[in-house]
């Protein structure tokens, strides 16, 4: 399994397991992650999702480029939501992306699905595909200029250049930079906020 999952007190832990490939994400890893995304969409019980990769070196670097085995052409422009969650619609539930290192590519199109982003100190965010001959097609085209200024976003998507934590939390992608070590509490300080709130009111607010 190149995943794990967690539940427990209404929260949900998914953690992409493959830290020899920085968390890229293959057809097999993608499958399992669109069926996370559907238990947790058909389990109202959930009231928060925390969404990782494991070890302190990579979020998500993006799609594994050496899998032959994921969607291409037709089927990929009508179907395809990079880890089911980049393009996602009809989870209501709030995602909270704790960002331990590089999210590029397709793994910076999860953060971008997700609705509160801490990050440490040592994160670097960025959208490479221009630099490979493909384009952001799961999110990065059309979300990021909504979220940070057009011409920085322009920057990250036609230059291929990366962002440190603390440019992202500047312009306002990221919610709260921290060192490494205090990853884990502060994604739990703000666990317990989503708690406190209704869970019907929260659900709304992301429905909306």
Not at 33 to 52: A, F, K, N, P, Y
Not at 95 to 115: H, K, P, S, T
Not at 117 to 136: D, K, N, S, W
Not at 178 to 203: F, G, K, Y
Request: proline share 4%; hydrophobic share 45%.
């Amino acid at each position: 399994m190149a995943l794990y999952f967690e539940l427990k007190d209404h929260v949900a832990r998914v953690t992409i397991d493959r830290p020899d490939r920085m968390n890229a994400v293959d057809a097999a890893t993608h499958k399992e992650l669109e069926g996370i995304w559907d238990q947790v969409e058909r389990d109202s019980s959930i009231r928060c999702v925390v969404l990782t990769g494991a070890g302190d070196k990579a979020f998500c670097a993006g799609a594994n480029l050496k899998d032959r085995n994921g969607p291409t052409g037709v089927d990929y422009w009508s179907s395809f939501s990079f880890g089911g969650i980049s393009l996602r619609s009809g989870l209501n539930t709030p995602i909270i992306a704790r960002v331990n290192g590089v999210a590029l590519g397709g793994g910076m199109e999860m953060v971008l699905g997700c609705d509160i982003v801490i990050a440490a100190e040592t994160a670097q965010f960025g959208l490479p595909e221009a630099r490979i001959g493909r384009v952001p097609l799961d999110g990065g085209m059309n979300m990021l200029q909504r979220l940070i200024p057009r011409n920085v976003a322009n920057g990250v998507m036609m230059a291929g250049r990366m962002l440190g934590a603390a440019e992202m939390h500047a312009y306002g992608l990221v919610n709260a930079v921290v060192p490494l070590s205090d990853l884990d509490a502060e994604v739990d300080r703000w666990v317990q906020d989503v708690l406190a709130c209704a869970p019907l009111s929260v659900r709304a607010i992301k429905a909306l």
